[in-house]
């Protein structure tokens, strides 16, 4: 998990965490639990895209590697 989500994705899921649970103590199960509900979406949502973004990013270095690699090859072939 840590190979994907850096400390401060963590920090963040943690702090929103502990403030919905406090949110639902203070406020109690009232219509402003839907507003926390809300923040508490917005923020999931944020890391699921900062997650697909690391993702996208590893895909892409191996890509970028690979085709690296194949012009290193190509190029040594034409020197000899």
Same mark, same amino acid.
């Given at each position: 998990?840590?190979?994907?989500?850096?400390?401060? &994705?963590i920090i963040? &899921?943690? &702090?929103?965490?502990?403030?919905?649970t406090v @949110?639902?103590?203070?406020?109690g199960?009232?219509?402003?639990l839907?507003? /926390?509900?809300?923040?508490l979406l917005?923020s999931i949502?944020? &890391?699921?895209? @900062?997650?697909?973004?690391?993702?996208n990013y590893s895909?892409l270095?191996?890509?970028?590697n /690979?085709?690296?690699?194949?012009?290193?090859?190509?190029s040594?072939t034409?020197i000899?």
């Amino acid at each position: 998990m840590m190979k994907y989500f850096d400390p401060g &994705i963590i920090i963040v &899921i943690v &702090i929103t965490v502990l403030l919905f649970t406090v @949110a639902l103590f203070v406020k109690g199960f009232t219509h402003n639990l839907f507003l /926390e509900a809300g923040v508490l979406l917005v923020s999931i949502k944020l &890391i699921m895209m @900062a997650y697909r973004n690391s993702l996208n990013y590893s895909d892409l270095k191996k890509e970028l590697n /690979e085709i690296r690699r194949l012009l290193e090859e190509k190029s040594q072939t034409t020197i000899k």
